[in-house]
């Protein structure tokens, strides 16, 4: 059952509304923008409307792969399974040659549904680096680290680590932002 579960997570991570919306506009995502078929590129490409529906959608994503692991099952680990595997059909789908998004807005999505506490500390994580950065994706970026410790503290080791694996592959995703940050800091 897990197994299943954990499979059927991915494939929907699978699902870029990105690429839907770029099919029906004419104009391929993957060649304008960031060529990234998140919802940042999106709304870069096509406008705040399509940044909003693809944010939902992949939120969404995120949203119901651990509310499904959560009815299903209900252990926090399995939960975060979910979670994880979702995100990697989000940023690695096999449909579209592992080519994807980031993983934001699936995270986003599934920690809301997860445990809503949880973005407390990532809020609070970006208020204090966003100064320091001056970049909005790499101070959210880099804030979601702060649920690891808060997950030793409210769950078991399985599970800070599964929010490690989780954490680890955002900023995995997200890395040429992170140096794109660290090179204009060092250039000021």
């Not at 690429?19 to 923008?33: C, E, F, P, T």
């Not at 959608?57 to 399995?78: C, E, F, N, P, Y």
């Not at 994880?84 to 940023?91: D, E, Q, R, S």
């Not at 790499?138 to 409210?154: D, G, K, M, R």
Request: aromatic share 10%.
């Amino acid at each position: 059952m897990t197994l299943l579960l954990l499979l059927t997570s991915y494939i929907a991570g699978n699902y870029l509304p990105a690429l839907q919306i770029g099919k029906r506009s004419g104009a391929a995502i993957s060649a304008n923008g960031s060529g990234n078929p998140g919802a940042r590129n999106a709304g870069r490409v096509f406008g705040k409307k399509a940044f909003v529906f693809v944010f939902l959608i992949d939120a969404g994503k995120g949203a119901l792969a651990v509310w499904a692991a959560l009815s299903l099952d209900g252990r926090a680990a399995i939960q975060l399974m979910s979670l994880a595997a979702v995100m990697l059909g989000h940023c690695y789908p096999i449909v579209h040659r592992f080519k994807g998004g980031k993983g934001a807005a699936t995270f986003i999505g599934g920690l809301l549904i997860f445990n809503p506490v949880l973005l407390l500390p990532i809020l609070l994580g970006f208020a204090v680096l966003y100064p320091a950065v001056k970049r909005f994706t790499a101070a959210s970026v880099l804030s979601t680290i702060t649920i690891i410790p808060c997950c030793f503290w409210l769950y078991d080791i399985k599970e800070t680590l599964i929010a490690l694996g989780i954490v680890a592959l955002l900023l995995w995703t997200h890395r040429e932002n992170l140096q794109t940050s660290k090179g204009r800091k060092q250039t000021r």
